[in-house]
């Protein structure tokens, strides 16, 4: 058959698509505005099937008009994905527009991004990685407080203040957990639905779920995007990036999976079958991702006697901070049948120092909070409490008690905690478990009289050492800024402001109880430090990887007086 007669077809189902999409937008999200004038149940559904319908044209077009071996993953993945529309429909319309209209938008992006422009936009982004990554997260922050402001999100059918909305995108997308609204009684199952995804995405990493996208659909991936996602998850082996993008999203699966089943048995005992469900997948997802929103308005804190909802959300949190390349190297290890057994010198500074970090942090709040907020609790809610606050206070954002209680000496703990966060290529932030490590070291080196950096019968690299410090030096800075510009617009005090600032820019989610108190100036600079929070220091270290050709150049070397 002519090509002309193969493209002509396709171009009007691309056209029809597009203009389907915006319908199905409005559809789906101006119900108030629709229902005046039509039935919007009627209109609902008719919308639903102009999309099956579509995709089913669009199957049969790939099939015909194209080679089936070089487009199969793009009809395999079209047919799963209409298999799941139906599905949807048969539960209710608007979740199958909803579903399919995420198909449709990521198709329009790779569209504009691999083909629009002559691929320029493609190259533009892969010459550059760190402000791709910027721009990602921008992205998905931006289409994340579209969807929150829209009336379908609220539980009242009213447009969310931007705001407001941004601050709720940013939260979940940078994965920190700090509200300005109760997530469970604010917005409607399509909002918390959008905020689980935006968890997700900002959990695994965008760039890793848009090339795995990519991948699927049969798009190569240049060396310079390989060199950003082993950067962007740790992984410094020559490993497929296939391979690696395969193991994240089957690690992620299976623990947040395990997590739902443990999450479930406890919720199940005081809600219905289906909101057990709901609410345990929910959580574990959240605490996998280190994000720390909570569908309770006490968030934890009803379930500070339960053993079982205490381990099992402290143990997500703990996985999704070591990071996957810790997570993969201890599966290879643990089932490999290899009679050596070794660990990388990355994995075991995060195992020590991730172990380290939060028995010291559950001694002190221990024995910190003894007469404070856990006055008059039994020996096994102190452990317990102990136990998860010192989990989540390093990048999750749960509690089981009140933050806003805590003694001057617990704050002081929780804001150390906090700016160290979890560690590379996690789910978390802050500014790293290694960055600590390796200060600390330098600390220990120095005392010892010592120019190398050992551990672990290895040396570290000095440069290791120099990023370090740079990378504390800017932290401190942008939380020092933030914090004095938040002194003269807040009437809070200075400890609070301090621990919402931290824990804003350690993607953390922990609040005094000042979040939603703060003037839209104030929540715009805690939306501005989530965002630096969670893409500072991975872009800082891509920028170390693109760094230009300096000359080679040696200036005399002269001493300056120290301390």
Not at 104 to 128: C, D
Not at 272 to 282: E, G, H, K, L, R
Not at 291 to 301: R, T, V
Not at 416 to 436: E, N
Request: proline share 2%.
């Amino acid at each position: 058959m002519p090509d002309s007669y193969q493209k002509a077809p396709l171009r009007h189902v691309e056209l029809i698509a597009y203009l389907l999409a915006a319908w199905s937008f409005v559809v789906l999200f101006l119900e108030p505005i629709i229902g005046v004038f039509l039935n919007y149940r009627s209109l609902e559904l008719a919308t639903a099937l102009a999309n099956l319908l579509l995709l089913m044209f669009t199957i049969l077009n790939h099939v015909l008009f194209k080679d089936f071996k070089r487009d199969g993953k793009v009809i395999i993945f079209d047919v799963i994905m209409l298999l799941m529309g139906a599905l949807l429909l048969a539960f209710q319309a608007k979740f199958a527009i909803f579903f399919l209209l995420i198909r449709q938008t990521y198709f329009i992006i790779q569209y504009v991004i691999f083909k629009a422009f002559e691929g320029r936009f493609l190259k533009l982004l892969s010459g550059n990685p760190p402000v791709s990554l910027m721009l990602s997260f921008v992205a998905v922050i931006i289409f994340g407080t579209v969807l929150l402001m829209l009336p379908a999100a609220s539980v009242k059918g009213q447009v969310t203040h931007f705001l407001d909305a941004l601050f709720t995108a940013t939260s979940a997308t940078c994965v920190t957990g700090l509200v300005v609204v109760d997530t469970g009684t604010y917005f409607t199952l399509f909002g918390q639905i959008v905020i689980l995804l935006l968890i997700q995405i900002g959990g695994l990493g965008i760039m890793t779920i848009s090339t795995a996208f990519a991948l699927m659909l049969g798009q190569r991936i240049t060396l310079k995007l390989e060199n950003v996602m082993h950067n962007m998850v740790g992984e410094h082996q020559v490993v497929s990036v296939f391979k690696l993008l395969q193991s994240i999203v089957l690690v992620t699966a299976f623990i947040e999976a395990i997590g739902a089943v443990f999450l479930y048995v406890s919720f199940a005992k005081v809600l219905p079958t289906s909101q057990a469900i709901y609410n345990a997948i929910f959580h574990s997802v959240s605490a996998f991702c280190n994000a720390g929103f909570a569908l309770w308005s006490d968030n934890m804190m009803s379930f500070v006697d339960s053993p079982v909802v205490n381990l099992t959300i402290t143990f997500l949190i703990i996985l999704g901070g070591l990071g996957f390349t810790v997570l993969i190297e201890l599966y290879k290890n643990v089932f490999s049948n290899a009679k050596v057994k070794k660990l990388t010198l990355h994995t075991k500074i995060v195992l020590a120092s991730s172990a380290g970090l939060t028995i010291l942090g559950f001694i002190i709040l221990f024995l910190a909070e003894y007469h404070a907020s856990m006055e008059g609790f039994t020996l096994s809610r102190r452990l317990l409490g102990s136990w998860f606050q010192s989990v989540t206070m390093r990048t999750a954002g749960f509690n089981t008690i009140d933050i806003g209680r805590f003694s001057s000496a617990s704050v002081l703990v929780a804001l150390a905690l906090m700016f160290i966060g979890a560690s590379p290529g996690s789910t978390g932030g802050g500014v790293k478990t290694t960055t600590f490590s390796v200060l600390l070291l330098s600390v220990v080196a120095m005392l010892r009289g010592k120019r190398n950096l050992t551990v672990f019968n290895r040396k570290i690299a000095t440069s290791n050492a120099k990023e370090a410090t740079t990378l504390i030096t800017i932290a401190a800075m942008i939380v020092f800024g933030i914090v004095f510009f938040l002194m003269m617009l807040e009437p809070f005090t200075f400890e609070q402001i301090l621990f919402e600032s931290i824990s804003a820019f350690g993607t953390v989610g922990l609040s005094m109880g000042i979040t939603s108190s703060l003037s839209y100036p104030g929540k715009a600079m805690i939306t501005l430090l989530m965002y630096i929070g969670r893409i500072g220091p991975l872009t800082m270290i891509y920028a170390f990887s693109m760094r230009t050709r300096q000359p080679n150049i040696n200036y005399a070397e002269e001493k300056i007086a120290i301390g």
